[in-house]
């Protein structure tokens, strides 16, 4: 099943080794408020609802009641040139957590912080939008033919 090259066994010591999953699961952010000890993921398609819950026991040491998992059908979607094209499947797991388990989904960026950026960009946006109507200003004024209402 591993698409994995591990090196043959040589006698001797040590012996260094690491064994990978051949599979990936992505957290997601749920699209609709899940239960709070509900967590969904995106994994690969090879994975069973066993192997997610193996690979959050054995690696991550996660307690798993159940694992619900499903087949999302990708988009269709036309390009520039008319042609149809479909988005990848994806595999959606449900990981169901003890009752008395809560995850929150964290919020890796400060809501103060982004209100702050926010405004320092748009002083910068508005900043270069006055500089360039005076630079218009400055350019129209000595081009003879245009009338005045055209200046500003």
Known sequence: MST????????GNPQLRIYLPNFWMKLIKPEYPNAKNVVEFHCSMEMTR????????KIYKV??????T????????????G??????DMKIAYVYLPRYEKFVFPDLFDKDEK???????????DEAELA???RVAEVNKTRPGHPPWFIN
């Open 50 to 57: 066993y192997d997610v819950r193996n690979y959050l026991e």
């Open 70 to 81: 499903r087949i999302a059908m990708g988009k269709f979607r036309k390009n520039g040139l």
């Open 115 to 125: 209100g702050k950026e926010k405004e320092k960009e748009r002083e910068v946006v």
């Open 4 to 11: 994995r090259w591990y090196p043959l066994y040589l006698r």
């Open 83 to 88: 042609t149809i094209i479909k988005d990848d």
């Open 63 to 68: 307690p798993v009641i159940k694992v619900h």
């Open 132 to 134: 360039f109507q005076q």
